[in-house]
């Protein structure tokens, strides 16, 4: 790193926002993915100005440049494969204005997501990125990489979820998109275009986030099924009637297996697939949607279904939920996190798909998630050497699976470093030559995040 | 227009496809403004390979390409000012796939918005745009300009409700983007991008809907308010709360009085502001969230407040809405006809703003629409020489109310000709170069609608 940027680093920016030990440098080297590059520089800009300035000083020397927010990313997307400078957002987490009558907040890409629901609570407001990551992703983490969660079946990812944003591009200059209102016909839609673009394209300073009014009150319901294809049936049925659920999670075999063997206390039942459903509105409408939806999931093969009365009994029929996570861990260290997602109807192929792609590679899958959006995650479990390797070898069956279902590679974790490869199965050339020319307008010299999303 | 241009069209292109006869032009010269402008032939394409060829023909002669639809926009958005080519997409209008287990449907650009409705309705579905041209605007046009309606304040724009799109840009090249899955995270949002584009940056040769279910049933409010500012504290107040309504439409005082005098039987109530309700939902929620928005619509300065109690009593509580889009066309046959938006909380302001501007340059001008979403038609009615000069002299003092009021020029209808002017009120230089930058991307040789849209 050429000294003289260094210096303009130091002149441009106020004492504290640069850091080159080694401490600092060591903590921005990774993300929640296995890879690991070491940053020449670390920035912590506190506005909007100061971010102006150091995408300048990087384009002026052509120093790469990663944005990084809580670096919960699973795909390397905050990892600066390139070295350089990675600009950490955190000390920018001001929420600016709650303004529940137009439904909006806007904020600071480096408040946390569940620091925002916090602050949004009292007002009876939520945001609907929901992602399980939410104590520590930041909100500018949540636009970079289209996040949501279970609730996006009925509220929307990140895309959805946001009206309006300040940027700078990787040419230097600061601008604004969108609007602070809810409907706006004015030209090329710049924010969602910058909602889901890791970082590569502009770097986000300031967010418009559309709010929810909070639901009065929630039920929830438990469904196990004789087979997947059942299971899916009814999620098919669920979805194709009015009363949508706010989530619609779906776990299959050997992911009950893993949280049964780990958890025996959190009753969980011996299934070959099971759905968790929830449902909100308000408390008089609940009775009837739980009816309209309890008939839609009643579908030959179901095993047994049940309704919480009561929060206790919510809790136990989240418990089965809960378990997988830490059975999962207990299971191995070397988890493979994939989010494929297909259309719903095809869900029970991918299923079983998955099943043949565990049993031809001799290594355990793990299947479950938000099934309403026909997003899964397929986990690979690999517990030695070997078994990695074979786990390796299934991903590209995998990802040629959901393509040959109509479906995509990612439906919230994004591609960062460790899907880039497989963008040319998931897209045309024509497409992903369009999506170049796009980051050839916004970062001519190509300084933001380099080696990310585009192959 | 070359002679070796056209033997190229006629050679790539079937038998019928192309024509340059009088009337055909003539036929393709004008839209829903008062612009218009020959184009030198037209041709009505019937697949995505004959697009594509068109494209190319038009990029190695430099000839200009305007995609029309229905005509229906008020902008000049589909009127070839600059000549060359108009491709009428009428004849692509087959619905390909209504999928109900996944909530989709795929079609071709030319289908009517009424007929993909009509369609869907047997199945129990809808398409959430809505705009009134629906029996004559295309889902095409409807994706180029990001058109809605009084639903969108529950259902969202025609940007919430669109998953993938085939395409070719104006470099010729056909591509896909998006998914057919209601979730994704693969790179930039070009779906998004091109919807509202205006024809600028490709032509759309196929779309993948996003369908939403058909409330099971309906219920009808009307409010009058002593007051524009009282109908708005309530407006807000509805929209703070959980039960959102399906249409949330205001008529200001000079609305209702053209309605009243144009139709006396239609029972328009003389109010100052009045403002339209309605819920959608399952039967037995119905109460709870008419109860929810008739509390929050009892604000200080509430005149009165009737619920429909059958479908009789629904259609006369619509009659002052229906009665005045006849009443603005007997008033005047220069209606200029805007759709401005702001932040839900502003509009007391932009309703005052326009009354006082009315007064300044003495031009009526009556204030209507989707109060819900902050967007209001504000329609100039000048009736001779005098009034229509008044009229556009008072248009920029309405647009820089608008921006002034943290709003934007355009909520459904785009910017096309008549708005392209106003761009640089509405958005910073940077964006527009940024906007100008994915323009070049697309369409290099800036063939794709020539003089619109962008300034």
Redesign the interface.
């Known amino acids: 790193m050429p000294t003289d940027f260094l210096d303009l680093l130091h002149a441009s920016l106020p004492p504290g926002a640069v850091s080159t030990t080694e401490a600092d440098r060591r903590a921005h080297a990774c993300d929640n993915s296995r890879l690991n590059a070491l940053p020449d520089a670390v920035v912590f800009p506190t506005e909007h100005a100061q971010v102006e300035a150091l995408v300048r000083a990087c384009r002026a020397h052509r120093v790469p440049l990663t944005a990084r927010g809580g670096g919960t990313s699973s795909t390397g997307a905050s990892v600066p494969m390139a070295g350089g400078v990675v600009a950490n957002f955190m000390r920018m987490d001001r929420i600016l204005r709650i303004?529940?009558?137009?439904?909006?907040a806007v904020v600071e890409p480096g408040v946390t997501n569940e620091a925002l629901q916090q602050a949004l609570a009292p007002h009876?407001f939520f945001w609907a990125p929901d992602p399980g990551s939410a104590p520590w992703c930041t909100v500018g983490g949540n636009l970079a990489?289209?996040?949501?969660g279970p609730h996006?079946?009925k509220y929307g990812?990140t895309?959805?979820n946001v009206l309006g944003l300040r940027a700078v591009?990787g040419n230097g200059?600061?601008?604004?998109?969108g609007?602070?209102?809810?409907?706006?016909?004015?030209?090329?839609?710049?924010t969602?275009?910058l909602?889901?673009?890791e970082g590569t394209?502009a770097l986000i300073t300031e967010a418009t986030l559309k709010l929810t009014?909070?639901?009065?009150a929630v039920r929830t319901l438990r469904a196990t099924y004789r087979d997947t294809a059942a299971a899916v049936r009814a999620v098919?049925r669920i979805?194709?009637?009015?009363?949508?659920p706010c989530a619609l999670e779906f776990m299959d075999a050997l992911a009950l297996k893993l949280a049964r063997e780990h958890q025996p206390e959190a009753g969980v039942p011996a299934a070959e697939a099971l759905l968790m459903i929830e449902l909100d509105?308000?408390?008089?409408?609940l009775?009837?949607?739980v009816a309209?939806v309890e008939s839609a999931a009643r579908v030959e093969g179901l095993v047994q279904l049940e309704v919480a009365r009561d929060e206790a009994q919510t809790r136990a029929l989240w418990a089965a939920r809960k378990a997988l996570s830490f059975a999962q861990r207990a299971a191995t260290q070397h988890k493979i996190n994939e989010d494929v997602?297909?259309?719903?109807?095809r869900l029970p192929e991918l299923v079983d798909g998955v099943r043949q792609l565990a049993a031809r590679h001799a290594v355990p899958i793990v299947s479950f998630g938000?099934a309403g959006?026909?997003?899964l995650h397929v986990n690979l479990l690999p517990r030695d050497v070997d078994e990695i390797e074979r786990a390796h070898a299934a991903l590209p069956e995998l990802f040629a699976l959901v393509i040959a279902l109509?479906?995509?590679?990612?439906?919230?974790?994004?591609?960062g470093v460790v899907k880039r490869e497989f963008?040319p199965l998931?897209?045309?050339a024509?497409?992903l030559?369009?999506?170049r020319?796009?980051?050839?307008?916004?970062d001519p010299d190509g300084i933001l995040n380099p080696g990310k999303?585009?192959p």
Chains 1, 2 share one sequence.
């Open positions: 303004d529940p009558d137009n439904r909006l009876g990489c289209n996040a949501s996006a079946v990812s895309r959805d591009a200059e600061g601008f604004r998109c609007t602070q209102t809810t409907k706006s016909a004015i030209g090329y839609d710049l969602r275009l909602v889901g673009s394209l009014p909070k639901p009065l098919a979805m194709a009637q009015p009363a949508t509105g308000a408390p008089d409408a009775d009837g949607a309209a997602v297909v259309p719903v109807s938000h959006n026909g997003n109509d479906g995509t590679i990612s439906g919230e974790h994004g591609i963008m998931a897209l045309p024509t497409t030559d369009l999506m020319g796009i980051k050839a307008a916004f999303l585009l």
